[in-house]
């Protein structure tokens, strides 16, 4: 199943600031990355202005392997309750990546019906917009 | 802190001891008041609060002008400035706001009783007014350019990928607690169907004489799976306040006082507005926890002595996990518990949301329930839970949260 987007109804953009900013602008690039802590190494999502563990402030940003699980799902089954620039039924996932770190996305090519907790996924990039390109996922076998 | 959650560990030495707390015993809710409750009110949200104020006011025996402190929501439009210009309040000397949504219903008793046990005010009132039908609809994108310009970094990281909406949302933490704990949708309706029962006894509620059956639960259509729409609020245009002052006061007022035995507040860490998705566990409540440790830490009260209960219930899951959080039961055997709705209904083991709470009586941001749960000591409730001593309360999940038991 691929996501049909409403013409003319723009898709929200994140609000991009001084902690996020690598982020978003990785995926211009094919890239997801997360943030690892260069004195600690603990790698985190989402970004934040210091290390949580150590309170260290240098930033630093790693490539993602892409790959991971789902942890939880929702399909968005009623058009006046869901996004209305986005067709129903779509899905919405919780991924656990390898990396340790827990991402939310949408989850193309795969059947609501047979999504499953545990379910091998990884990223591709879907430039939706002239600016927006969104990491989403894909079923992957193992 | 998250990992003493997980332990289930609550550190009790680190808090005050009970006997210090100045609200348990001390304070009191002596009025109640609220609107009719309907999907387009006709009216504003400022005048839904009024008369929800005046009627309040007026249950308690008392007079707008003794009046002196107020307690709003933050997510609230009418705030103390014009309400003192609309009813003529003449002397306010205590405001305060409470966040986080429905979280703040049983936060606002808090603050209003931690205000007359000190003396910061003598009456102090805690309304919420709201055309949440005939407004602006929780239920419903509130529309592209607005959720663009938010400032809510988290929303950066769900709305490109249209996660929109509140019962999506909760939806992410359903889908992973029926996962773990093997928890079903007949489960879910029963909690669904029993408060539909409830409200078709309570002439002021939205589902009021409109019985359903649990096969309706099951044909209602799904909005974000695995929630139908049976498992979502009824969106309510309505106003509730409610009059806090010392138990000593009390004395003298018309109605018979809801003792104030504890109102605590909760939160957690690694926490989002309504998507905490990124803790070790998201199958739970951690706020409520600490909200319902707090509580009985306070209360000396423990869950079996719980006479009947209003759990903020937004959605249907929201009650079994909180019967795991607030301990009535064990981790996962929430949904069980409500299975088949005898132990939930007003005869049963542990009466739940008598009104028909948000899912059939009317979603007021939790202000209802507190009512519902005044009427249950008063014995006035159309649902009454025969010789209630204690009746508790619970606010809104999956942001910071706060709990409120009352005694007789």
Known sequence: ?142 | MFDQYLARKYQTTQRPAPEANLIKEKTAIVGIGATEFSKNSGRSEMQMASEAILAAVEDAGLKIEDIDGLVKFAMDYTDEMHLVSTLGIPDLKYFAECGWGGGASCSTIAHAAAAVATGAANYVVCYRGMNERSGNRYGRVPGVERVMASPNDHYGYIMPYGLAVPPSWVAMFTTRYMHEYGATAEQLGWVSIVLRENACRNPKAIFYDKPATIDDYMASKMIAEPLRLFDCCVDTDGGCAIVVTTAERAKDLKQTPAIIMGATQGIAEQGEMMTSYYRPKISCLPESWYAGQELWHITGVTPKDIDVVQFYDAFTPLIPMQLEEYGFVELGEGCVYCDGGERIRPDGELPCNTSGGHLSEAYLHGMNLINEAVRQIRGTSTNQVQDVELSMVTGGLGVPTSALLLRR
Request: charged fraction near 25%.
């Open chain 1, 1 to 142: 199943m691929k996501m049909t987007y409403v013409q003319g109804i723009p898709i929200l953009r994140p609000y991009i600031d001084f902690d996020n900013e690598e982020f978003w602008k990785a995926h211009q690039e094919g890239k997801l990355v997360f943030q690892q802590c260069k004195n600690c190494g603990l790698t985190v999502h989402r970004p934040r202005p210091m290390c949580p563990r150590c309170l260290d402030t240098e930033p630093n940003w790693v490539e993602s392997t892409g790959l991971g699980k789902i942890y939880s799902w929702t399909t968005f089954r009623y058009d006046r309750a869901a996004y209305p620039g986005i067709q129903v039924p779509y899905i919405v996932v919780l991924v656990d990546m390898v990396e340790g770190v827990r991402m939310l996305s949408n989850l193309e090519g795969v059947e609501p019906e047979d999504i499953e907790v545990g379910m091998p996924v990884e990223v591709f990039f879907d430039r939706v917009d002239d600016d927006l390109v969104l990491p989403k996922f894909k079923r992957r076998e193992t």
